[in-house]
């Protein structure tokens, strides 16, 4: 018997097996035209189905059939001791037949290219099948050859009979593979040697790729590069990708049983913007796997790589006069600010007044749905009012859609003609909302950072006068103090800012102006930084549709550069935010 090359084997789609032109390859002519079958082991994983059926090794003449016997010892009795399989395996013919009167035995036409198996329990514990096979021919005797099958593993193998096994190896045995990481942080323009010390319990396959760690924003850098591998006796590595962190797998390993440390040297090119990554190890000891489930998977902890502050990455979101809500995410360009845009859903045209509480912000990198959550404030949380007079509450999240399941945050608030996003006026970490009242009277109901309770603390009172405008938009900093600031365009389209002090007792210092002719834009919104520079901008949307991008200066006067186009046909939308 043979042992299959590891992990040469191909897999089928669903269900990991080993494919049956592997193990029984169609009949091709030889110079002696001589039937020659031979075994294999094989070591497999829970939940994969190993397969009892000799490998072709040549020969054209098969008009016979392949008698196997399957138990749990070694076939070296005639009898059959050990046969059948243990209890939570079953026995899968195929299309061969039991043979009547035998316990784990089968009996399989030549020609065919589908073959026993025996799916693996996934609690399987450790556990070795045996199988044995005898060619028998045309018109043999069926009892000669149970026998012959049963007691191969004690009789020359001769081309016509022969023997495997299949070692199965528990998830806890699977387990006693380690992976310890020595990852130290990258410096930005540097080299760094990161290690690691796997404890090998299993000969196996080693894979190491590079990701980035949850949870953090991120920026196209250049490339770092993994080079200089270096590993010790009974190890062989081999250098796959060059650059990470392209979630591709960098180096592969064939590892003996024993000890290793595989060394690498990390370098980063200069430029870099900070990120965190981590690696991360796949360990296969399996021939046959069930999809990729069977690996034993390890991740180091973050680690840093050093550079420039990646800034956010702001966008945009509009309601088109369909009730459609679509989102358009940030491109740091101040060419071309904005992707192309993704529809969040059908429904929006119930509400009356649609906000958010801050600048709509990229979302945090992540690979798993993350629900709600402190990391996730400030990001966009909408507030919306319906015709009821309604106010619900939209967290952002990272998931398939930007914002989770709306939540109620009480009624009456029709009492309202304005309701505005703020962002966070006291700098508490929490996002709060202002809204007008019919006689001109601007309120402020702080925000409570709450996940499950009230969204909003009891209002407090801004001050009168502010029917004045017809137009507000806020909710970050525009003159570079770190506190939020607001626009407030008057009817004669003056526009106005109002710097942000901080104090939510008095959450706006004395009105500047910051010019007049604004009442050509029917839609205005302050959306933070656009263009990577770190200051806030803003878009303003003229009556015929075209949208302009005014760059933020990060100054109190001279708030703005002069406008920039960056296209037609927005007002297709009816509310910019």
């Known amino acids: 018997m043979k042992r299959l090359t590891r992990h040469a084997a ?32 094989v070591v497999a994983a829970p939940g994969s189905a190993p397969r009892f059926y000799p490998i072709t090794e040549s020969g054209t003449t098969f008009s016979g059939k392949v008698v196997i016997a399957v138990g749990t010892k070694p076939m ?25 009167g035998y316990t784990g035995v089968l009996v399989c036409e030549g020609s065919i290219y589908t073959v026993p198996d ?41 081309g016509r009979r022969g023997t495997g096994k299949v070692t199965v190896k528990s998830r806890a045995h699977a387990l006693l593979n380690t992976i310890a990481f020595d990852t130290p942080t990258v410096p930005d323009g540097s080299t760094i040697r990161q290690q690691l010390r796997v404890h090998a319990n299993d000969a196996g396959r080693l894979t190491l790729r590079f990701g980035k760690a949850q949870g953090q924003l991120t920026h196209p850098a250049p490339p770092i590069r993994i080079r200089n591998i ?27 049983a024993g000890d290793h440390v595989i060394g690498y040297e990390l370098a980063a090119d200069p430029g870099q ?28 902890p973050p680690f840093a790589v050093q550079g420039r502050t ?53 979302d945090l990198y992540s690979l798993v749905n993350v629900k709600p959550s402190a990391a996730t404030r400030g990001r966009g949380d909408i507030a919306a009012r319906d015709a009821s007079g309604t106010l619900w509450y939209y ?51 702080k925000g409570t950072g709450s996940l499950t309770g009230a969204r909003f603390k009891a209002r407090v009172r801004i001050g009168g006068g502010w029917g004045a405008y017809d ?62 520079d770190g200051k806030t901008d803003a878009i303003a949307r003229d009556r015929t549709g075209v949208l302009w991008l005014y760059k933020g200066t990060g100054k109190t006067t001279g708030t703005f550069t002069g406008r920039t186009r960056i296209g037609g046909g927005w007002n297709t939308y009816n509310h910019l935010f």
Not at 124 to 139: E, H, I, K, Q
Not at 284 to 295: M, Q, R
Request: net charge negative.
């Open 118 to 158: 025996t799916t693996v329990p996934a609690d399987a514990a450790d556990t070795t099948l045996y199988w044995g096979f005898a060619y028998m021919s045309a018109g043999g005797d069926l009892a000669a050859a149970v026998k012959e099958a049963r007691s191969a593993a004690s009789l020359p193998a001769d």
């Open 471 to 532: 137009r507000l938009a806020g909710g970050a900093d525009l003159t570079g103090d770190g506190r939020a600031d607001l626009l407030a365009r008057d009817r004669a389209g003056v526009l106005w800012l109002y710097k942000g002090t901080g104090d939510a007792t008095r959450p706006y210092a004395g009105r500047t102006q910051i010019g007049g002719g604004w009442q050509g834009y029917d839609q205005l919104v302050v959306t933070g930084d656009l263009t990577d």
């Open 395 to 445: 967290d952002r999240h990272t998931n398939d859609t930007p914002y989770a399941p709306r939540v109620k945050v009480g009624g009456g608030w029709n009492v309202y003609d304005r309701i505005d996003g703020a962002g966070d006026l006291d700098r508490d970490g929490y996002m709060d909302l202002l809204a007008r009242d019919k006689t001109g009277v601007l309120w402020l109901y």
């Open 310 to 362: 990646i800034e956010p990455r702001h966008g945009l979101a509009a309601r088109d006069t369909t009730g459609k809500l679509w989102t358009y995410e940030g491109t740091r360009d101040a060419d071309r600010p904005f992707t192309s845009r993704h529809e969040t859903g059908p429904g929006w045209q119930t509400y009356t007044a649609l906000t958010s509480l801050s600048p709509y912000t990229q």
């Open 230 to 256: 270096t590993s010790g006796p009974g190890a062989s590595c081999e250098l796959r990708w060059e650059t990470l962190p392209d979630d591709l797998p960098n180096l592969a390993c064939e590892l003996e």
């Open 76 to 100: 070296t009795d005639p009898a059959g001791a050990g046969a059948g399989l243990p209890a939570g395996y079953r026995l899968n013919p195929n299309h061969c037949d039991l043979a009547p």
């Open 10 to 41: 191909t897999l089928t789609t669903a269900t990991g097996l080993l494919t049956t032109a592997t193990l029984l390859a169609p009949p091709t002519a030889t110079a002696a035209d001589e039937l020659k079958l031979s075994g294999y082991d």
């Open 273 to 300: 913007y900070a990120q965190k990554l981590q690696a991360h190890t796949r360990y296969d000891i399996y021939d046959l796997g069930y999809w990729d489930e069977s690996d034993v998977r390890l991740a180091s």
